[in-house]
């Protein structure tokens, strides 16, 4: 909460965002995930990603928020991918 509100801890994460990539105090979601075919046992997608969450206000009111966010984020990627859409 300080490091989203006070106007020194909102910089100290502003600067660690731009030097890490990550803002300070949240959290973050990894995933593996690797799809086989049945038949062949060949894979056909695997994917190692992580995602770190954001400073937006809906984390400090749900805490899962960000989770839920990356969730979406990689369904939506997956789905994409097994399309063959251009990503």
Known sequence: MTS????????ISSISKVVTGEHTNVGSATI???ISDAKTAQPIVAVIDRKAG???????????DDAKDAIDWWVERLGKTLRNEHL
């Open 32 to 34: 593996e995930l690797m």
């Open 54 to 64: 954001s400073k937006d206000l809906s984390t400090m009111i749900d805490s899962t």
């Open 4 to 11: 989203s509100i006070l106007p020194v801890g909102l910089g």
